[in-house]
């Protein structure tokens, strides 16, 4: 079992940038596949980003290439999405998420599949 705790959302202007942090329980989790996914009001959840068990391969969405970075420290059991140039079409639920299953290089970016789930960080960016 796995709890993943997000933190570091927030209100911020366009152009400006956040660090969203999930801390996860369990000593499994430097074995796992790591994701973030958004959700916006009225739309469906959303991939955003991936990294693999031990850092090496990232993944993200087209949206965010470029702006976004993702990270992990297995030390601390925490991933981490550091957003720049955040723009009003970021403003959404942010939820990290954990894959238990190894794909090799591969992802999964629907969020079935993803067994463990946070409980969400707003992030809201103003004009």
């Known amino acids: 079992q796995m709890q993943l ?3 570091g959302g ?3 202007q366009a152009g400006d940038s956040l660090r969203l942090a999930c801390a996860a329980s369990g000593r499994a989790f430097s074995t796992y596949a790591m994701a ?3 959700q916006a009001p009225g739309k469906e959840r959303e991939f955003v980003s991936a990294i693999s068990w031990n850092g090496g391969i990232t993944n993200y969405a087209d949206s965010v290439k470029g702006r976004f970075t993702i990270s992990r420290d297995n030390a601390k ?3 981490f999405l550091q957003m720049t140039s955040l723009k009003p079409e970021d403003t959404a ?3 990290c998420a954990a894959d238990p299953i190894y794909r090799g290089a ?3 970016t629907s969020p079935v599949g993803y067994v463990y789930w946070g409980q969400g960080t707003q ?3 103003s004009e």
């Open 123 to 125: 992030v809201t960016v």
């Open 10 to 12: 927030g209100l911020v």
């Open 5 to 7: 705790v997000e933190s």
């Open 106 to 108: 591969s992802f999964l």
């Open 77 to 79: 059991n925490t991933v």
């Open 93 to 95: 639920i942010y939820y």
């Open 36 to 38: 973030w996914f958004r």
